[in-house]
């Protein structure tokens, strides 16, 4: 996918963190969550911040992407007022329409009722046909513009220690029946979800644990884009695809101030358009200033 000139701009941001963290009762931390609110008293509210979100607000709202792609750990400990804090900032941010949401690890970082945690987010992760009154059905599939945005959910509770992921047969299933019906499509099929999809290549306790049934279907029938999360790092990838390798990017956190550079908060615009052949993509990252409390384009 080579540079264009404007094209219609996605932006991806990813593993937002918001807080602050509720008041949370002892009862609430017989789980997961106690190891959770422990590494965020001692460590993540110090990097995930307030004052970095609302200067990512205020650079999406004057960048005005045409559309934006949220790839999941938009809460902490899914406790259930997190979902309804988070429901909360995504009004501020624009309407169900203009963002696509998907979860990750945290928003399964215990089990908790969907009524009281995705459903708050179901107008964000809902496919255009989706009849009212539902819930967040995946995969999801939105058509904006020249793409089709597929939502898949890795979320799954997992053990103390381990942040893995897991599709699923059933979502699966429904994904390779999804795609085929895309097959004649005059669109740009872009993937969203919150683990990387590359297998062996991530860590163990963190991985995707079917990404090879994954890589499977989208070698077989095709995408052109793989939007993730997770790492908190930027990450560029391919997997093989039907016509060649399809780029794989991963967005680090959006809200970060960790000192480490690779790990400081950024999001990416890519400029999507059709080309001869197929189809041209251009990607800026815009990466958070300390200094200027403002998010700027990076060098590139």
């Not at 990512?56 to 559309?67: E, F, I």
């Not at 934006?68 to 429901?87: K, S």
């Not at 990416?268 to 998010?295: K, M, N």
Request: proline share 8%.
């Amino acid at each position: 996918m080579a540079a264009t000139r404007r094209g219609f701009r996605l932006a991806h941001l990813s593993d937002l963190h918001i807080g602050p963290l509720p008041p949370v009762t002892p009862g609430m931390l017989l789980s997961k969550r106690a190891l959770g609110y422990l590494s965020w008293r001692l460590r993540k509210e110090r990097i995930h911040r307030s004052e970095v979100l609302a200067a990512l607000r205020q650079d999406l709202l004057a960048s005005a992407p045409d559309h934006i792609a949220i790839t999941g750990d938009l809460v902490n400990l899914a406790l259930p007022t997190e979902f309804v804090q988070v429901a909360a900032w995504l009004r501020t941010l624009g309407p169900p329409e203009r963002i696509s949401v998907v979860p990750g690890n945290h928003e399964a970082y215990a089990a908790t009722r969907c009524d009281e945690s995705l459903a708050h987010w179901a107008d964000y992760m809902s496919s255009d046909a989706a009849p009212p009154e539902r819930q967040a059905v995946f995969p999801y599939l939105r058509r904006r513009g020249p793409l089709a945005l597929i939502g898949l959910s890795s979320a799954s509770v997992s053990p103390p220690g381990f942040a893995t992921g897991r599709l699923g047969a059933c979502q699966l299933a429904a994904l390779d029946h999804l795609l085929a019906g895309l097959a004649d499509a005059d669109c740009c099929r872009i993937v969203l979800l919150h683990h990387p999809p590359l297998g062996a290549t991530r860590s163990w306790r963190k991985r995707l644990i079917d990404a090879a049934a994954l890589g499977r279907i989208l070698a077989t029938r095709g995408v052109e884009l793989v939007l993730h999360g997770h790492e908190h790092v930027p990450h560029c990838g391919a997997l093989q695809g039907h016509n060649g390798p399809v780029p794989v990017i991963g967005a680090p956190s959006s809200s970060s101030l960790d000192p480490r550079p690779k790990r400081q908060a950024q999001y990416q615009i890519h400029a999507i358009e059709r080309a001869a052949g197929g189809w041209r993509l251009r990607s800026q990252t815009r990466r958070y200033d300390p200094t200027t409390v403002s998010f700027t384009a990076a060098a590139p």
